[in-house]
């Protein structure tokens, strides 16, 4: 099973760049049987902790800022992302990075260990409901690539 996830927050412009991807992706004309399930998991990270389980390769969407060019994309190994969460009684602040590194101690070999994650660089984060031109046309371009992923994914792996 593939399993693609679009991160972030459509109030909040570009950080929703992951959720619009995992939305096109949505749209996708897949066969009911198709080895392939996509998630708009919005800011919940606990929600990829348990939709990631059982997935034999997992790929993460989502909006950075590390003050590269707005638009550029990240094609980036999950295991070099990875984050151990700050102990605490919340899981307000447990985000993909986190689940990441949680599913993998608490499921093991039931946890994904074939992960991509598409960071794509936000040109703003204030609040609004639309994407900034540069992250709009990175967005459809990830959408693009992940679809030839899933494409790939099909051929080769049997329906359940």
């Given at each position: 099973?593939?399993?693609?996830?679009?991160?972030?927050?459509?109030?909040?412009?570009?950080?929703?760049?992951?959720?619009?991807?995992?939305?096109?992706?949505?749209?996708?004309?897949?066969?009911?049987?198709?080895p392939v399930?996509?998630?708009?998991?919005?800011?919940?990270?606990?929600?990829i902790l348990?939709?990631?389980?059982?997935?034999?390769?997992?790929?993460?969407?989502?909006?950075?800022?590390?003050?590269?060019?707005?638009?550029?994309?990240?094609?980036?190994?999950?295991?070099?992302?990875?984050?151990?969460?700050?102990?605490?009684?919340?899981?307000?602040?447990?985000?993909?990075?986190?689940?990441?590194?949680?599913?993998?101690?608490?499921?093991?070999?039931?946890?994904?260990?074939?992960?991509?994650?598409?960071?794509?660089?936000?040109?703003?984060?204030?609040?609004?409901?639309?994407?900034?031109?540069?992250?709009?046309?990175?967005?459809?371009?990830?959408?693009?690539?992940?679809?030839?992923?899933?494409?790939?994914?099909?051929?080769?792996?049997?329906?359940?």
């Amino acid at each position: 099973m593939l399993v693609v996830i679009g991160c972030g927050n459509l109030n909040r412009s570009d950080d929703g760049a992951g959720v619009v991807v995992a939305r096109r992706l949505l749209a996708l004309p897949l066969p009911p049987s198709a080895p392939v399930k996509i998630f708009d998991a919005g800011t919940s990270g606990i929600d990829i902790l348990f939709q990631a389980r059982g997935a034999r390769k997992l790929v993460i969407i989502d909006a950075s800022s590390s003050g590269t060019e707005p638009g550029a994309v990240f094609e980036v190994p999950g295991h070099e992302l990875e984050n151990r969460p700050a102990p605490s009684y919340t899981l307000h602040d447990f985000r993909w990075d986190h689940a990441l590194y949680a599913g993998r101690r608490i499921w093991a070999d039931d946890f994904p260990t074939d992960i991509t994650v598409f960071l794509i660089e936000a040109a703003t984060l204030d609040y609004g409901l639309d994407l900034s031109p540069k992250v709009m046309q990175a967005a459809d371009a990830v959408a693009t690539r992940i679809a030839t992923l899933i494409a790939a994914y099909c051929e080769k792996e049997p329906a359940p």
